[in-house]
């Protein structure tokens, strides 16, 4: 009801005939908690501690649909990403605009989760109040010698189509025009720069099952850095990973997952492969639930020495209600003398506490989150 009537509000105070059929819905989520971070072992630099206050991904979504007649409609999403410790605002979510049917599904224009998601999804792997980087499928499952495949967040320059629900299947289908930034530049850098300039282009496609306690899917991706002579120019690279998975729902509230990926990283010198295998389990009782994650990579193909690389977490969060949830959560990555894996969105993707070959990392979070 609130939602409908701040959406009554927000239609109102923008008086514009156009807008005088289209339904507005606002949703989003508040979430953050406390990070203890650590990093041990290896060739340690001593910046190998943070303690702070983390921001998890918090967003306010407009969604806006118009009917045009005949089972098609217009539709639109804007997700704006706040983070609530530093005051930072962006539209960096899943945000696009596109047409839908009943028959034919849903076409999307925009920038959009896609490949990197697809497990924690299909496994039930996601925690009520956790931080992502607990979520071990956005980590170890998705790197390749430091590297994250598919981004590790949105890839923009996006054009998907989405099927309806055919009994219990859905698929998607996805192509870039330039999955690591701008188009007509080298990798995503300034155009007329070395390689070939408007090369770089991706495509994903994705088929799932879910049907009452199972699900199952595959998903791959396929990604060429701008110059195909030149990959790697900016560090994405040309990029190759396929993923499938499998969960089933017990009727007494505890999950079972198991998910495999295989990726493949080209930086032009240098080409690797690594496989890595996932099992996440969580039980819910009453308004309580606990979670486990494993993972392990395997060691990668034309590397020096082991670069293999497992990871685990384990938490338990408790729900004040449907929507309002606090938790603990404590995650572990331990790595082989040439392995470099860390957590999402630390480590590598943070200069002042990259992972060395060979170190640890590990994290403690407290964390409380509110949908809406």
């Keep these: 009801m609130q939602k409908k009537l ?6 109102g105070l923008i008086a514009v005939p156009a807008l005088a059929q289209t339904n507005v819905t606002i949703s989003g989520r508040f979430a953050a908690g406390y990070q203890n971070y650590k990093l041990s072992g290896g060739g340690s630099t001593g910046l190998d501690t943070y303690n702070g206050v983390s921001d998890q991904s918090s967003r306010i979504i407009f969604n806006v649909k118009e009917d045009l007649g005949g089972g098609l409609a217009a539709w639109g999403q804007a997700d ?15 945000t696009g605009m596109g047409l839908m049917s009943n028959t034919w599904g849903k076409f999307t224009i925009g920038r959009w989760d896609v490949h990197y998601m697809e497990i924690a999804a299909g496994t039930n792997a996601g925690m009520r109040a956790g931080a992502l980087e ?9 790197q390749v010698n430091g590297v994250t495949i598919a981004n590790g967040t949105r890839t923009p320059n996006l054009m998907m189509w989405d099927s309806p629900n055919w009994n219990g299947f859905t698929a998607r289908l996805g192509y870039s025009t330039g999955a690591f930034g701008a188009e007509g530049g080298t990798n995503g850098g300034p155009a007329g720069g070395p390689g070939d300039p408007g090369d770089g282009h991706a495509w994903t496609g994705a088929v799932r099952y879910a049907n009452g306690p ?9 990604a060429d850095a701008e110059g195909s002579s030149m990959p790697g120019i900016l560090g994405a690279g040309d990029q190759r990973s396929t993923r499938a998975w499998g969960s089933y ?13 295989r990726s493949k990283l080209d930086l032009g010198a240098v080409s690797s492969s690594r496989s890595a295998w996932y099992i996440p389990i969580n039980y819910a009782f009453g308004p309580h639930k606990i979670y486990f994650d494993y993972s392990k990579a395997n060691d990668a193909s034309n590397t020096v020495g082991n670069s293999a ?11 004040f209600s449907k929507r309002t949830s606090a938790g603990v959560y404590y995650t572990k990555v331990s790595n082989n003398t040439a392995g470099s894996y860390d957590m999402f969105a630390v ?3 943070s200069a002042s506490l990259a992972t060395l070959p060979g170190e640890d990392a ?10 809406f």
Excluded at 6 to 11: D, E, G, K
Excluded at 134 to 142: A, E, H, K, P, R
């Design 6 to 11: 701040i959406a009554a509000a927000v239609a």
């Design 80 to 94: 704006m990403r706040f983070s609530q410790d530093l005051g930072a605002i962006a539209m960096s979510g899943n």
């Design 134 to 142: 607990n979520v071990t499928s956005f980590g170890l499952m998705s």
């Design 214 to 222: 199972w699900k199952a899917g595959i998903s791959h991706w396929s």
């Design 249 to 261: 729902q017990f009727g007494m509230g505890l999950s079972i997952g198991l998910a495999f990926d």
């Design 309 to 319: 690389g497992k990871q685990w977490s384990l938490g338990y969060d408790y729900a």
């Design 347 to 349: 480590g590598r993707n």
């Design 362 to 371: 590990r994290m403690w979070y407290f964390g409380l989150a509110h949908n």
